[in-house]
């Protein structure tokens, strides 16, 4: 059973940076992808970004490309979403996430099904 904890959230001004953290327990991250995903107020869950453990290869959406960078830090057990450039529109819950299927490569919401209790990322102007 993966539990997955959160953290870095905070309020910034627009420009600004954040590292958000996940840290695993209960199992490790070996063959899987991890995912971060977001929901903006008063919107659905989105797709943010997605490494994979083994390899380190890596996905973005549109929206946050060259912007945010995910990484993995194998001796922490901890994925991290470092995110530059923060803009108002990336105010959001971020979580980070684990697919049911190991090293299923995807960005879809109902892939994943085990997810941390999220951490707020609010952006002002």
């Known amino acids: 059973q993966v539990q997955l904890v959160e953290s870095g959230g905070g309020m910034v001004r627009a420009g600004g940076s954040l590292r958000l953290s996940c840290a695993a327990s209960g199992a490790t991250f070996i063959n899987d992808i991890i995912g971060w995903f977001r929901q903006p107020p008063g919107k659905e869950r989105e797709f943010v970004a997605l490494v994979a453990w083994n390899g380190g290869g890596t996905d973005y959406a549109d929206s946050v490309k060259g912007r945010f960078t995910i990484s993995r830090d194998k001796a922490k057990n901890t994925v991290y979403l470092d995110m530059d450039s923060l803009k108002p529109d990336d105010t959001a819950v971020y979580y980070c996430?684990?697919?049911?299927?190991?090293?299923?490569?995807?960005?879809?919401?109902?892939?994943?099904?085990?997810w941390g209790q999220g951490t707020q990322v609010t952006v002002s102007s």
């Open positions: 996430a684990v697919p049911g299927s190991p090293g299923s490569w995807s960005t879809r919401l109902s892939e994943y099904i085990y």
